[in-house]
């Protein structure tokens, strides 16, 4: 692991173990992280997925006050969200799939 991505790792940690922490401190960390990761990470696809995975769960913080993990959300809760989410990527791929190609 290079020095990067163990303060990455080390900020993230802190996040999660800090719930009383402010909101804005706690989307800070998870930049500073996501920034280090996407920088140790030779491929640049997945450098850009871990940012934007990073930058969703910043929003989510921010929007919501608590991680997803903090969040306390059964099991069907989280499926519904995930069911939902996935009608959401169905209909988006059908709309390009219905576009014409020129």
Known sequence: MTDASAIADDILAWVQESPAHPTILRKQALEIATLALARTNPCPISSAVARDLAERAARGVVKYGVTLGEARLGRR??????????????????????????
Not at 77 to 102: G, P
């Open 77 to 102: 809760e989280l499926i519904r969200h995930a069911y939902e989410e996935s009608l959401d990527m169905a209909c988006y791929l059908r709309a390009l799939l219905e576009e014409k190609t020129e």
